[in-house]
Each structure stands twice: as structure tokens, then as C-alpha cells.
T-cell receptor, first 116, second 114 residues
Framework: DSGVTQTPKHLITATGQRVTLRCSPRSGDLSVYWYQQSLDQGLQFLIQYYNGEERAKGNILERFSAQQFPDLHSELNLSSLELGDSALYFC???????????????FGEGSWLTVV | LAKTTQPISMDSYEGQEVNITCSHNNIATNDYITWYQQFPSQGPRFIIQ???TKVTNEVASLFIPADRKSSTLSLPRVSLSDTAVYYC???????????????FGTGTRLQVTL
């Protein structure tokens, strides 16, 4: 258990609809990252938040948006859904590795989105 | 983040030691080297992290030469359950508010058989 919680685990929705994916980072982690992984594809970075503010943006579609709330949980909003948006969406939060002194990121188990 | 190069796939028999090498020629002074394991339909799982020389934990060892332009993840006596994709991530992962597009490469698909 990484400590990063994502809901829902599975979601099936129709094209054109809008969904919201939720992420609770590890306790105390201020940074949250969102990734998309389509079937047999690599992890595509979408966006990073730190303490409520957007910090970095990847190849995130304009139909997608995210935010991080004062309690540090984050939501990824996907709208006007298309078949190609079907994927696993991962949330991750970063923390300091006590052994090395560097930071690392811990991933949740993902939210499976199927658009039909 | 430093660009990384790993083999696309590797095969091994159960019980063997597996070494996966990652090249990262333009690693920066502040960069750490972190390895992740991902099973199908699951989130990547942190395996090990290092900065220089050798790091060992209960799961794996990480060897980093003095020039830090490459690193080798060593999995001792693999089992069927080690079949997964292994990612090498090189960079200064921010714990602060620094912007960072943490980008994973294609990873190495390890297949372990009997």
C-alpha cells in the first residue's frame, strides 16, 4: 500500500460525458502528479500540483483539467469524453526517501476509465 | 529530467540474477536514480533509489559507477512474480514546489519463466 488513494477504481461512461477522478496523497505530501496510461502504453505525464497550485503541465488535453484543494486532495476532471480517453489514470505524490535523502514519488492503484 | 535508455525487454529463468542497465549520459549533479516496477493494471511501485556507488535493500541492489552515466538494477534470484515492467527514472524529484514534468521512459519488460 503506497498510501496514495484513488477513487473510483473503475468507471464506465459514454462518449461526450464528464467524469471526475479523485486522489488523496500520502499524509503530508504536498505534491500531486497525474498520469495517463493507455493499454500497453507508457506513462504519460499530465499535470503536477504543489500545495494547491499548478506547477507543471504535460500533454494534457484542453478537455481535461485538475485542481488541488486546501486539504491537499486532488481531482482530475475529464470532459467531452472520447473513446480514446479510455485508460488508466494514476495519481502520485512525492515524499522524501529517508535512506537516500532524495525524493521519490508513490503511485496510487489508478482509476480505470472506459468510455463506450 | 535526464533522458534514459533501457533495453525494451529481457528474458530470464526463475532463480537467476537479473541485471537491467539504464543509460543516462546527461545526468545532472542533483539528479537521483530511481527504479520502479509495474505490474499490469497496477500503479508503478518504488523499488530502490540511489545517488552514487551501491545501494541495497530487501528487494534489489542498485549499482552506480563513479561517472553516474549509467546504473544497473540487480534482482537476485528472480521468480515468476518478478515478471513486470521496470522503469528507470533519473532526476531531481521535487519535494518542494519546483516544477517537474516527471517523465518515464518506455521501461524494460522482464519476462521470467520456469
Amino acid at each position: 500500500d503506497s498510501g496514495v488513494t484513488q477513487t473510483p477504481k473503475h468507471l464506465i461512461t459514454a462518449t461526450g460525458q464528464r467524469v471526475t477522478l479523485r486522489c488523496s496523497p500520502r499524509s503530508g505530501d504536498l505534491s500531486v502528479y497525474w498520469y495517463q496510461q493507455s493499454l500497453d502504453q507508457g506513462l504519460q505525464f499530465l499535470i503536477q500540483y504543489y500545495n494547491g497550485e499548478e506547477r507543471a503541465k504535460g500533454n494534457i488535453l484542453e478537455r481535461f483539467s485538475a485542481q488541488q484543494f486546501p486539504d491537499l486532495h486532488s481531482e482530475l476532471n475529464l470532459s467531452s469524453l472520447e473513446l480514446g480517453d479510455s485508460a488508466l489514470y494514476f495519481c502520485a505524490s512525492s515524499a522524501r526517501d529517508r535512506g537516500t535523502g532524495g525524493n521519490t514519488i508513490y503511485f496510487g492503484e489508478g482509476s480505470w476509465l472506459t468510455v463506450v | 529530467l535526464a533522458k534514459t535508455t533501457q533495453p525494451i525487454s529481457m528474458d530470464s529463468y526463475e532463480g537467476q540474477e537479473v541485471n537491467i542497465t539504464c543509460s543516462h549520459n546527461n545526468i545532472a549533479t542533483n539528479d537521483y536514480i530511481t527504479w520502479y516496477q509495474q505490474f499490469p493494471s497496477q500503479g508503478p511501485r518504488f523499488i530502490i533509489q540511489g545517488y552514487k556507488t551501491k545501494v541495497t535493500n530487501e528487494v534489489a541492489s542498485l549499482f552506480i559507477p563513479a561517472d553516474r552515466k549509467s546504473s544497473t538494477l540487480s534482482l537476485p534470484r528472480v521468480s515468476l512474480s518478478d515478471t513486470a515492467v521496470y522503469y528507470c527514472l533519473v532526476g531531481d524529484i521535487p519535494g518542494t514546489g519546483t516544477a517537474s514534468k516527471l517523465t518515464f521512459g518506455t521501461g524494460t519488460r522482464l519476462q521470467v519463466t520456469l
